[in-house]
């Protein structure tokens, strides 16, 4: 299974972008679906979780401000971020469990993509 996520960049403060993760693979079926996201010098952190059904989960740094939404068709999840902060400068990643064909589970993760926000 790969991950490949993109849409990092860099942006303003108060500006927006949205990430995307898609997973390619031998693939049956993907469950909870997670965004971490880490600092230079700091440790890892989640920031949103979206289940197979859509539920969804937000650290409160990010409540209020980043939508996690998924396309199960297309293997596909997004992270929508606004009213972008300096703070939420990070390298952010997607990490995937994942049902795996013929049989199996996994949890993978993805490269990473650089979230930038300048004041």
């Known amino acids: 299974v790969q991950l490949q996520a993109s849409g990092g960049g860099l942006v303003q403060a108060g500006g927006s972008l949205r990430l995307s993760c898609a997973a390619t693979?031998?693939?049956?079926?993907?469950?909870?679906v997670t965004w971490y996201r880490q600092a230079p010098g700091d440790r890892r952190v989640l920031v949103a979780t979206?289940?197979?059904?859509?539920?969804?989960n937000y650290s409160d740094f990010v409540k209020g401000r980043f939508t996690i939404s998924r396309d199960n068709a297309k293997n596909t999840v997004y992270l929508q971020m606004s009213s972008l902060k300096p703070d939420d400068t990070s390298v952010y990643y997607c990490?995937?469990?994942?049902?795996?064909?013929?049989?199996?589970?996994?949890?993978?993760w993805g490269k990473g993509t650089l979230v930038t926000v300048s004041s």
């Open positions: 979206i289940t197979r059904d859509g539920i969804t």
């Open positions: 990490s995937v469990h994942v049902w795996l064909l013929p049989s199996g589970v996994g949890d993978f």
């Open positions: 693979g031998s693939i049956f079926r993907i469950n909870t």
